[in-house]
């Protein structure tokens, strides 16, 4: 069974359930994607809902077909598929096993387990966008208050080199985008759509620039069409993909405090920006800060940085995106690694000492790390790699 | 010793030594007043600091002759002496005995014991018009956004029946007291200077309308002065005399967030109302909620009651005024006093049933608070009497 089969498999399963699918999900842990894609065409699959929803989705198509097609449409329009098996794959969205949303009915809320595959418009490998993110979500509808909280934070945050994920949208997504794009960042938006066709239309230029820079990523196929329930299905990839989740403007109960939801129900940082308490678009916000007393309230990017830059959260983004997922090193190597200041270098000693680790233990890790292209030996010292942007 | 000679030396010591002083509650505690006073006056206050300020105090006039003249001088003007041996003293004020705020180095936080005595402008009762209280708080220099969501607060309370408390100054507090009154309501004003000529000037004419249907309050003399550290002394009462504080709009570390500080230390609730995080005049306001997980978000008035409603709450106020203080009563009366309803008459089952307690005990304690004037047996059953303003 080759790469590519696996691949297909992945494409195909995709298409056949929508992502997040437990039963579809714990069957390519299972027995990986080509046998679970096989069983499913076979008509076998072990939930009966599962094999009602792949018999109905049969008729439209034969599904290695469909994915053979998506793969040579993908190529030919620059978009290349991502699977947990490539170093691009970004691991903290594994998380989403653990997702449990609470009083959770609906399927969206209920079938959100990690994505099978990705698909990914821009050169920016996809982890490194990602290990150091942060989601800015909100209304659509949103006032010229809320855009303008969102164009500052994006701008606030691409300029501290973070990257500002949110999704396509008309409002608080758009100014977001802009705002990070304004301070010459790169930002990723997560489509609830092919990224040959994002969503909507009138944000064409916005999408284009973008993916000249920064990511259009997606969990559907090229051509694929946002429907409605896709767009809660994406935002469980916005809140487990990113360090944590502002909500800027949001009526009450609305799609942007589900994304909130979700990144509380990962125990990441949530945060809402608060507003007029004469706003519509401020109510959704506030009630999710008076339920639920882990939301913490940001009123600038200090605030977000604070909550996101927290050491010893739980799948915390490095301090900087090494060119290898940091996920890969063990926790001694990441202690020696956030030892290291950005700009100066240290001696041995003093790694050791922040890091705190034996001088033979650290010795050892900066090797290793050295190896691994992440530090570098300078002036008699210790220091960060240069990102791989700088390296000419 | 007549009750007078206790009435005055009350307000010697209060102009002796500023009203909060520890030592000098203690000794009041301890001695009774009259002899607080005979020893403070004789220069043997326990504590040097106290000694002192009593000498330079005493440079400026004789304390019993001050306070002779400041009685005599109320009467003229209309206001009287509320103390603790009054049955319209407000008794959860003394729980400031308890406030400890943390981290407090200056005078005003760390003197923040019970008032001795206060000065009263208006017919209502004292201990009645508190009883059941909101403080609404903050900062002077407004924006139209904060003024017009204090004075909806303001109207919104008043129109339940609660009564609203505050300063004196522009903005917010006067804000406040004007929408209480425009919904037919009754507020409080607590001054950092005498009642009879209540600070700003510019609020004179709403001063007069307060102390027509409601109350202008005071720890000083009249002809006292507003001075700096007063607003800041005063601001304890304003904490404890209610059932909760509800913060508008305040800049980082201001007055009115002092004020909320204080309810918090008393474990009051305390509110606050968010705001753009783009205005200055909402960055107090958001850094207690950030810092304060107790501070509660409120965005309406429904908010507000939810938090000063809670049943079980330390000191809560009981559904409607009494005529007599709450406080004289024993906890199952107390439950069975809440048990009544607001309209309807209860039978002696349902009261015992909903009180918690036998109906021997509902029966005894429904025949005590019929005796105190609380509740009436009507169409057989069991009522809350009408609060007095309702007499005729």
């Not at 595959?117 to 150091?132: D, I, K, S, T």
């Not at 487990?240 to 405090?257: H, M, P, Q, Y």
């Not at 990441?334 to 050791?352: C, I, M, N, Y």
């Amino acid at each position: 069974m080759s790469a590519d089969d696996r691949r297909l498999a992945r494409v195909a399963l995709t298409w056949l359930a929508e992502p997040g699918t437990r039963s579809v999900f714990a069957l390519v842990e299972r027995i990986g994607p080509v046998a679970a894609l096989d069983l499913l065409l076979s008509g076998e699959a072990p939930e009966r809902a599962l094999r009602a929803a792949v018999a109905a989705r049969g008729v439209s198509g034969d599904a290695r077909a469909v994915a053979a097609a998506a793969l040579a449409r993908g190529e030919r329009l620059g978009a290349r598929l991502v699977t947990p098996e490539d170093d691009e794959w970004p691991a903290q969205v594994r998380d989403l096993r653990r997702l449990a949303l609470s009083g959770a009915t609906r399927r969206v809320d209920v079938e959100t387990d990690p994505p099978l595959c990705f698909w990914v418009r821009g050169a920016w490998p996809l982890g490194e966008a990602l290990a150091r993110s942060v989601a800015v979500v909100g209304a659509r509808a949103a006032t010229p208050y809320g855009a303008h909280v969102a164009t500052e934070l994006g701008y606030g945050l691409a300029d501290r080199e973070w990257t500002v994920v949110s999704g396509g949208a008309f409002g608080i997504d758009a100014a977001a985008h802009r705002g990070a794009l304004t301070a010459g960042g790169r930002t990723v938006a997560v489509l609830a759509c092919g990224v040959d066709r994002p969503y909507p239309m009138g944000n064409a230029a916005l999408f284009d620039r973008i993916a000249e820079t920064g990511l259009l990523v997606s969990e559907w196929i090229p051509g694929a069409e946002p429907l409605r329930p896709r767009f809660l299905i994406r935002n469980r990839v916005i809140a487990a993909a990113t360090s944590g989740t502002v909500l800027v403007e949001a009526a009450a109960r609305s799609g942007a405090t589900q994304t909130l939801n979700r990144a509380l129900g990962l125990h990441r940082p949530a945060m809402v920006v608060p507003g007029p308490v004469t706003s519509a678009m401020s109510v959704g916000g506030h009630e999710v800060l008076r339920d639920r007393p882990e939301a913490r309230l940001v009123a600038s990017v200090a605030h977000v940085l604070e909550e996101v830059g927290r050491i010893g959260y739980d799948l915390a983004p490095p301090a900087r995106a090494p060119e290898r997922p940091r996920d890969r090193l063990d926790e001694e190597a990441t202690q020696v690694l956030e030892a290291l200041p950005r700009r100066r270098t240290l001696d041995l000693e003093s790694v050791a000492a922040r890091a705190g680790v034996d001088l033979r233990t650290a010795m050892r890790k900066l090797s290793m790390l050295e190896e691994l292209a992440m530090v570098v030996r300078r002036d008699g010292g210790y220091a960060l790699a240069p990102p791989p942007a700088d390296r000419t």
